[in-house]
Nanobody, 124 residues
Framework: QVRLVESGGGLVQAGGSLRVSCAAS????????VGWFRQAPGKEREIVGA????????YYTASVRGRFTISRDNAKNTVSLEMNRLKPEDTAVYYC?????????????????WGQGTQVTVSS
């Protein structure tokens, strides 16, 4: 089992930037796709984006495409989410998760290990 820990969340004004990171321990995630999800109060958890095992393929949900970038460093067992031009509607708890395989998947049921989440709040 992989232990995932997110960090880097916080409070930022609309239009600003934040970088959240996901550090894995206990087992490498280098052979697996990793996804970023978010859950806002009163809403269901949704996928933000995902990256395949090598970093050669990425997926972004439409609402963040062009503003958010996912990257990974397999040597350091970390995955990052760079968020630019943030909007109040990006406010949520952000989670990273390890997929069952090396390819990108978008359904949360296809992810086995989850972090505890980090709060991102965007003020207007």
């Amino acid at each position: 089992q992989v232990r995932l820990v997110e960090s880097g969340g916080g409070l930022v004004q609309a239009g600003g930037s934040l970088r959240v990171s996901c550090a894995a321990s206990g087992r490498t995630v280098s052979n697996y796709a990793v996804g970023w999800f978010r859950q806002a109060p009163g809403k269901e958890r949704e996928i933000v984006g995902a990256i395949n095992w090598s970093g050669s393929a990425k997926y972004y949900t439409a609402s963040v495409r062009g503003r958010f970038t996912i990257s990974r460093d397999n040597a350091k067992n970390t995955v990052s989410l760079e968020m630019n031009r943030l909007k109040p509607e990006d406010t949520a708890v952000y989670y990273c998760a390890r997929a069952r395989g090396e390819s990108i998947v978008v359904r949360s049921m296809e992810y086995d290990d989850w972090g505890q989440g980090t709060q991102v709040t965007v003020s207007s």
